[in-house]
């Protein structure tokens, strides 16, 4: 068989390997900040879910994040076990398990608010091209949205 019937499994040729290598380099942008305060990536992204909505549902804080359950619930136990966040169900629907963040949660806010600027600078792009990357990657999300 010719080579050329094998270039889909080229490595170069794979759009969803530079995404994941690029995701991967991200994050350990923000390993040393996320380590002083002593939370995971998962859980800081969950924790920007809470500092904006407050109150959220599981099922719909995983619709945010692009995280299924199985995922989300130690996340949310190790969230809750800190003493940021706490789950509880409604009573007139205790199917819906709902998580609100505590005083402590808030309290981390201020602790996490420089982290952004400091991890910025560590993709260079400039303001255009950032702005284009982030129009890309989110239209791209939106096309595994159910």
Excluded: H
């Excluded at 499994?9 to 794979?14: A, F, I, S, T, V």
């Excluded at 959220?56 to 136990?77: R, Y």
């Amino acid at each position: 068989m010719a080579e050329a019937n094998y270039d889909a499994l080229k490595l170069g040729n794979q759009l969803c390997f530079p995404l994941y290598a690029a995701s991967r380099e991200v994050i350990k942008r923000y390993r040393p900040y996320l380590d002083a305060l002593g939370i995971t990536y998962t859980q800081y992204i969950a924790m920007m879910v809470f500092w904006e909505e407050k109150k959220i549902n599981v099922k719909e804080l995983g619709k945010k994040l692009f995280l299924d359950s199985g995922t989300l619930t130690p996340v949310l136990k190790s969230l809750e076990a800190k003493g940021y966040v706490k789950r509880y169900r409604l009573p007139e629907d205790e199917r819906l398990l709902m998580v609100e963040i505590t005083v402590e949660g808030e309290k981390l806010k201020e602790k996490a608010i420089e982290i952004p600027g400091k991890v910025a600078g560590c993709v260079k792009l400039d303001t255009a091209e950032a702005l284009q990357l982030y129009s890309l990657l989110y239209k791209v999300l939106e096309t595994f949205s159910d």
